[in-house]
């Protein structure tokens, strides 16, 4: 075996048409199939764990991740489908299981689901069979099977019901149908007729409803496999995708009529808009809908995700609409993307997709506000890949970059290192071949009309140089940098980096040339074609150096060996072949898939080759004669490309399923392989003059532009600082006031709580005497109640020794009644069975005595008859014993059912003598607790009667303080009819001083509004001053290369003169200066087109410009409709709140008149208590009289405060 393995790292692609092909397998996880392989990929951390498929793996055809996100369940298609259940929390993703169809002929199993518990999993066959299977997967047990539809109506989807583990879905094309598993297998529970729907997906909103999603974009919603009714959806994207489409097709008209003078050009432009154009579909899908907390998701036609949220009449309203971000191309629009599987983080906190072009987007849902209009976008989730067939691949030695073509139209540079999408760019037409410099700053690509010397930029891809090289299949850079090899069908074109001269052309193949590799030197070039032939060329003359011809073999991919002695090469007859001077010195034995690619090591210690089925094999060098390799599972499609970068750390792989696959190179110890040169990656990039100039000129002009803002915010915060300052001080004066007015009111609400202090103590002495009152009387009701109770006592205790007396009576009788009824019986059944006894055994010897007569009279024919009479009789006798025996049984049944009738009643008795012992023990305690509540009245009637004495003594001397307070009336009087005057000013000044606090308001809110609105004109006026300046060094730009143009020109043509004698030479100098000059001309034209573009995309700004301006007085005029809604409510709050506080002055002026009622009644009895009452009466109107302007006042500055904190 070989001492050198490959280890898969990362992956760059998606791969497309797996059913359910995206989960979330945590917040930051999602799970994809990518190639022949499962991928998790972390995007915080951007790393990733790949699962490869089994070794006869066909390819994947769906996923599905359990309820608990814990197991992956991957379906594989080949000559016996199975399920391979994943283990997610290991590190390796452990295999837990592998589930087949038993007996049952399935290829592949379409679509599958997990229970909501996670311990069944079902699995959809297709056709022809169409099998549905139940498993409990952890046993590998299949517990049901049933067909699901015909080949006809094919099967979308199946789901379990997230509530109920044996119920679930299958929808289809004319097919929605419920099953239920119950007695070992599965049941159709609903029978809708829906043959005329073509159901893509479905979703479970609850116990017992599902909306399904159809091609024709309806919503319908299922309740209990009964169609119910349809959610409309708006019709806002189909509009937006027809206008969309019309003005592709007005653009790209008026671009062809631009190009009127490049035929070529016009008919491919028309070709590319016609197809773009016709891709776009009639009327929207919905290929995918997604149920979550808030209502459900939907895709609703290409590249446009809608949500919809439930409201409160148990429907559905769309709350917002997603779509994905055009792309830089327009000929290649990103709406003609259709959406294959829609998954959400366990949170809800993003939505992720994958597409039928194998791009993943995800867009933050906590972060989307519903109520807002403008348009959302999706987000790439990881990077954009390749949605195509890979055709070209090269790395470089300087930078850790590799350099990928493909037929989707794009170049991509990727860092391997990083794991990162460098550079892309998406072109007209398609990319047939790539290579990259050695330094990694120039990349060759060929298309089908030019090959294409491009500059890498620091973020673009320029083109440089055209070739005339058409339908470059394939392109190489020397090891050096300083030559390049290019294919145009059997010729090879080989160039000049520094002069761009074509220096040879190699001729000989007879098909087309399929691979090219320079030798370490540089000095030999190697080829291969369809033809069967592999030719050795010597770069510097030209010439053939050796070569080998297989008519019976096409090869595909050819290469150096590490010492450049021998080559290797592999073909469509299955075998590597390994050729030294023109002969083959090994082959490897061949295996069922033919080899597509292959890489060498530099170090000779490995070969890696790729197959038509997409695995990578590694054969150790040199080859062996045996079958010695190791196999990996890589790609989905033959492997088209492969590269072993210059340090011998990574395989580099492209496939037909666009995807690129990173290998790690490593010994069986897991140590990568050393090399003898050290490689030091640089950093350096290529700047153009021109975007250098401009980006400093940019920054001068942001320097000027930041001094400005600076001084504007500098002037602005020095004019709020004035206006705050001037704030401060009136608020300042105003608190002041108010302080001063607290401190006043503080002052005599001391006073008031010192005269509270005193009526609360003269309350006390009638508090004390009301319950000395109070007590007599409990004292004299309490005797009562015990002589009642007493005699009470006394007629319970008789009438329970009264009932003792006949319970035990009624015992005694029954018990004796029982023993003589079950004597009786006893003997009767006695006698009864000795009777019957005798009399059976008498009957039963005369008939012995009969049959024995009749069986010696009778012959042996009669025998047979005789014994079925015998039995008949027996069974007579048996059955007649049994009735007898049933009677008896009755019998002692209802006697025993009698005896235990008498027990219970017994048992009863018993219980209610314990519950009256119970009852008299509790009226026992009650008499007992209540001797001792007595004995403590009593105590507190003596010491009441001690306090009765002081307070006598104490009354005295309140009615000398009376007089004294009566006098004090007369002042407080005199002092309330001041205060009334003195509050009346004080209601005014409040009043003006609240109407000046909202006017001051009103000014903040409207200088507010004009600062936001002066902003926004200052914002718009400097883009539009930008575009300007940017438009303004153009057309400088323009003029300086139209001066040096015309002063090239000019020494041209000035060296031209000097060949005036010479007439060839003066034509070869014509014929350059025309072929030079007259490319710029065509360049100017496409600036001047450019120029009519960028007229236009102008007048289009103004436009949208002016609707923004209108758009923004409705905000203005609507945010001024709110405000006075806003200032109305808080005065209608204001006025509530003083009608409630009126009403709870009149509240309390009702209590007070209610204590002043009772103190009046309580009076009328006692005479001497009719002076404090005056007194307190007068105390408590004085105190309501002081209250009412005090909460008027707090009342109106706690409004003013809160209308205040809301502007």
Not at 73 to 96: F, M, N, P, Y
Not at 519 to 531: K, N, T
Not at 631 to 657: N, R
């Amino acid at each position: 075996m070989a001492a050198i393995v490959a280890q898969s790292q990362f992956i760059f692609g998606v791969r497309t048409g797996v059913k359910n092909g995206l989960c979330f397998f945590d917040e930051q996880t999602v799970v994809f199939p990518s190639g022949n392989s499962c991928v998790c990929y972390n995007t915080v951390q951007r790393s990733q764990r790949l699962f490869s498929g089994s070794e006869k793996s066909q390819g994947l055809c769906a996923l599905a991740l359990s309820a608990n996100r814990r197991y992956l369940a991957v379906s594989e298609c080949g000559e016996k489908a199975c399920i391979t259940v994943l283990d997610l929390q290991h590190e390796q993703g452990r295999r837990r299981k592998v589930l087949t169809a038993g007996d049952l002929p399935v290829q592949q199993f379409i679509c599958m689901a997990f229970s909501p518990d996670s311990k069944y999993l079902i699995g959809q066959a297709g056709g022809p069979e169409w099998m549905l299977i139940f498993w409990l997967w952890e046993k590998h047990k299949v517990l049901a099977t049933v067909k699901t539809t015909s080949s006809n109506n094919p099967v979308t989807q199946v789901s379990f019901n997230p509530y109920n583990n044996t119920q679930l879905c299958v929808s289809g094309s004319g097919v929605f149908k419920l099953f239920r598993y119950s007695e070992g297998a599965l049941k159709q529970s609903s029978f809708a007729k829906v043959e005329s729907f073509n159901f893509l997906c479905h979703t479970w909103m609850s116990e017992e409803r599902v909306i399904t999603g159809t091609d024709a974009g309806r919503l319908l919603v299922f309740e209990s496999g009964d169609l119910r009714k349809e959610i409309s959806v708006p019709s806002k994207a189909v509009q937006r995708q027809s206008d969309r489409s019309e003005q592709v097709i007005a653009e790209s008209l008026s671009f062809i009529t631009r190009l009127v003078t490049s035929l070529h050009r016009q008919v491919e432009m028309k070709k590319i808009t016609d197809s773009d154009v016709d891709e776009s579909p009639a009327v929207p899908r919905i290929t995918a809908i997604l149920s979550y907390s808030k209502g459900f998701a939907c895709s609703y036609g290409p590249g446009t995700v809608c949500l919809f949220e439930k409201t409160q009449e148990d429907s559905y309203r769309k709350s917002r609409e997603i779509q994905i971000p055009p792309c830089r191309n327009d000929l290649t629009p990103a709406e003609c993307q259709e959406i294959d599987t829609m998954c959400i983080s366990p949170a809800e906190e993003t939505l992720a997709i994958s597409t039928d072009r194998g791009q993943l987007y995800s867009v933050s849902l906590s972060s989307v506000d519903m109520n807002k209009e403008e348009q959302l976008h999706f987000e790439f989730l990881s990077q954009p890949f390749h949605s195509k067939s890979i055709t070209g691949l090269s790395v470089c030695i300087r930078k850790p970059l590799v350099a990928t073509s493909s037929l989707d139209r794009s170049v991509r540079i990727w860092n391997y290192e990083t794991k990162v999408l460098e550079l892309y760019k998406e072109f007209q037409e398609e990319a047939h071949s790539v290579a990259l410099h050695p330094t990694g700053l120039f990349i060759l690509v060929g298309f089908s009309d030019k090959l294409r010397l491009m500059n890498l930029v620091i973020d673009d891809i320029r083109t440089f140089k055209e070739f005339t090289v058409r339908s470059c299949q394939e392109c190489a850079f020397s090891h050096g940098g300083h030559l390049f090899a290019a294919v145009s069908g059997n010729i090879i074109h080989i160039y000049s980096v520094t002069s761009f001269e074509n220096i040879l052309n190699l001729k000989g193949h007879n098909g087309k040339v399929r691979g090219i590799e320079w030798s370490l030197d540089d000095s030999r070039l190697v080829s291969c074609g369809m033809d069967g032939a592999v030719y050795e060329w010597n770069t510097q003359t030209g010439k053939r150096v050796s070569e080998s011809v297989l008519k019976s073999c096409s090869y595909t991919g050819v290469a150096f060996s590490s010492d450049c002695k021998t080559i290797l090469a592999v073909g469509t007859d299955l075998m590597l072949k390994e050729i030294q001077d023109c002969q083959v010195l090994r082959e490897v034995p061949p295996d069922e898939v033919a080899h597509t690619a292959l890489a060498v090591s530099r170090s000779g210690r490995v070969v890696f080759t790729g197959s038509s089925s997409g695995t990578i094999k590694a054969i150790k060098y040199p080859l062996p004669i045996q079958k010695e390799w190791i196999m990996y599972q890589a790609h989905c499609g033959p492997v088209t490309k492969m590269a072993i970068t210059y340090d011998e750390q990574f395989l580099l792989t492209g496939s037909e399923d666009g995807c690129l696959l990173v290998w790690t190179i490593i010994d069986k110890e897991g140590r990568g392989l050393r090399s003898n040169t050290q490689i030091v990656h640089t950093e350096e990039i290529l700047v153009t003059k021109s975007d250098l100039e401009e980006k400093t000129q940019n920054m001068l002009e942001l320097k000027m532009r930041l001094e400005e803002l600076q001084m504007e915010g500098e002037y602005q915060l020095r004019l709020r600082d004035m206006n705050y300052n001037e704030k401060l001080k009136e608020l300042s004066d105003k608190f002041t006031q108010q302080i001063e007015t607290l401190t006043t009111t503080q002052q005599v609400m001391k006073t008031e709580m010192e005269k509270r202090d005193r009526e609360n103590q003269e309350k006390s002495t009638e508090v004390a005497m009301k319950h000395s009152k109070e007590l007599k009387d409990l004292e004299l009701s309490c005797n009562q109640k015990l002589i009642v109770e007493h005699e009470k006592y006394q007629d319970i205790l008789q009438k329970y020794e009264k009932m003792q007396k006949e319970y035990e009576r009624q015992l005694r009788s029954a018990e004796e009644n029982k023993n003589q009824a079950l004597e009786d019986l006893t003997q009767q059944c006695e006698s009864k069975l000795q009777e019957k006894t005798q009399l059976l055994a008498q009957e039963d010897a005369q008939k012995q005595i009969q049959m024995f007569k009749e069986i010696v009279k009778q012959t042996e024919e009669d025998e047979e008859e005789m014994i079925r009479d015998i039995q008949i009789k027996y069974e007579k006798k048996l059955y007649t014993e049994k009735e007898i025996n049933t009677k008896l049984k009755g019998e002692n049944g209802i006697m025993n059912q009698k005896f235990y009738s008498l027990q219970r009643q017994i048992d009863d008795r018993c219980t209610d003598i314990t519950k009256l012992k119970q009852e008299r023990q509790r009226l026992l305690e009650l008499i007992r607790s209540l001797e001792s509540d007595i004995e403590d009245l009593k105590r507190q009637i003596s010491g009441h009667e001690r306090t009765g004495l002081d307070k006598d003594n104490t009354i005295s001397g309140l009615k000398k303080k009376n007089q004294e307070l009566e006098k004090l009336k007369f002042v407080l009087e005199f002092q309330l009819s001041e205060l009334k005057k003195q509050t009346e000013p004080q209601q005014d000044n409040i009043k003006e001083k609240r109407e000046r606090i909202h006017q001051v308001c009103e000014a903040l809110v409207q200088t507010d509004k004009s600062n936001a609105q002066l902003q926004l004109t200052v914002s718009d006026l400097g883009l539009k001053l930008r575009t300007r300046d940017k438009e303004l060094h153009k057309e400088m730009q323009k003029v300086k290369d139209m001066e040096t143009h015309l002063q090239r020109l000019k020494s041209d043509l000035h060296n031209c003169v000097s060949f005036i004698q010479d007439p060839r030479k003066l034509k070869d100098s014509v014929k350059i200066i025309h072929t030079k000059y007259l490319q710029q001309t065509h360049e100017m034209e496409k600036s001047s087109l450019d120029d009519d573009i960028q007229k236009a995309f102008r007048n289009q700004r103004d436009h949208l410009e002016k609707t923004v301006a209108s758009l923004k007085t409705r905000l203005a005029s609507s945010a001024e409709e709110h405000e006075k809604v806003y200032v109305k409510m808080m005065k209608e709050n204001v006025t509530l709140i003083t009608e409630i506080n009126e009403l709870r002055k009149e509240l309390y002026l009702l209590r007070t008149q209610v204590k002043d009622y009772k103190a009046q009644l309580t009076i009328r009895k006692d005479p001497k208590k009719s002076r404090n009452y005056k007194m307190f009466a007068d105390h408590n109107l004085h105190q309501q009289i002081y209250k009412q302007p005090q909460c008027m006042f707090t009342c109106s500055v706690h409004a003013n405060m809160f209308n205040y904190a809301k502007r």
